[in-house]
């Protein structure tokens, strides 16, 4: 009896050894950290010869957008994110950038302090505005006037503490903007001062500031699901460059599902410039002048998904203060209509 006893006994602790090892492996495994490879490309064709002063999108003909390739590793406290795009698009994305750098999208390595603090340092694309450079994420393929004139990404160390599932803080410590290499400017001066920002998140709606040395920029970022099917979008900011210089502009993205594969949005922008701001628009007869000018733009998107493919044909009808637009090499007017189909392919 006293053999069978421990029998038993060997058994049910061989048993329990086993099923405890193998919960150790199952929580190790759900530990483990994971390397992922994601991206895009998008290719488009343009009908006018001559496109809006807006970021991508405004080669003639069948043009090139860019391919966009994400590696990430990500562990339960740290990881890193390293973004490289090649083509127009991109090189357009990373305008300052030099040298090898000129493929870098974002390039930074984060560290969860907590389960509502995390610390990033490196290069990140901005927090501000609704529009953003990959195509995959943005409804429209042409891009707004506030995004394309505000910053594009930023160097520098972040802290974002989670305050509660619908409250969320960022603090963040900058390079000037879109300077990504390091503080320096295009003569390889140092810069003495830094730029500082702040992201207030609350129910999905984003309250944004950045401020620096002649640089400020108050913008609102959010959306709401009106019904399960339409979505309405909405971005405005305010730039003061100092002096008289500045820019701001509202813009309205109501998106509507009409079925699974398709859907159709509209971008509603107005957009104004004083003193010339950052050479957006232009009054008289673009002589470089630094009047006011002011811009309206219509954007109207289809978008229809198969799997990971996404065909986007878009009508865009810009209208301005003064006769900015390039009919042809040699006749400006007040409006400009324009036509783009864009593929694009994410993995």
Known sequence: MKIFKTSILSLA????????????????????????????????????????????????????????????????????????????????????SVGSSNIVNQLYAYYNVSDSFTL???????????????????????????????????????????????????????????????NIDSDGVMFEKYMYGVQLGLYGQYINLLAGEDYTQIDFTGGLDITDSFFLGVNATSTDLGGDAGFSGIALYPQVALSESFSVG????????????????????????????DNTSITITGSYTSGNFILKPEF????????????????????????????IYSF
Not at 267 to 285: H, K, N, P, Q
Not at 320 to 337: C, E, G, H, R, V
Request: charged share 15%; no cysteine; net charge negative.
């Open 13 to 96: 602790l061989f048993a329990s050894t086993i099923t405890f090892a193998q919960e150790t492996e199952v929580a190790t495994e759900e530990a483990a950290p994971t390397f992922s490879v994601s991206g895009s490309v998008d290719t488009y064709f343009r009908s006018a010869e001559f496109a809006p002063n807006t970021s991508f999108a405004g080669i003639p003909g069948f043009a090139l957008g860019m391919a966009n390739i994400v590696l990430s590793y990500e562990g339960e406290k740290h990881g890193f994110v390293a973004d490289l795009v090649y083509g127009p698009r991109g090189t357009e994305a990373v305008f300052n």
């Open 266 to 293: 509209l971008r509603g922008e107005i957009f104004s410039e004083t003193d010339g701001g950052v050479g957006a628009l232009y009054s008289g007869s673009l002589d470089g002048s630094t009047e006011d000018a």
């Open 120 to 182: 990033t340092l490196g290069n990140f694309n901005t927090f501000l505005g609704y529009e953003v450079i990959s195509p995959v994420a943005n409804f429209n393929y042409s891009t707004s006037y506030m995004f394309s004139y505000g910053p594009f990404s930023h160097t520098g160390i972040k802290a974002d503490f989670a305050l509660s599932d619908d409250v969320s803080l960022m603090v963040a410590v900058l390079n000037q903007t879109d300077y990504t290499e390091g």
């Open 316 to 343: 865009r009808i810009d209208t301005a203060s003064a006769n900015i637009y390039s009919k042809n090499a040699t006749d400006f007017s007040d409006n400009l209509a324009s036509f783009v189909v864009a593929a």
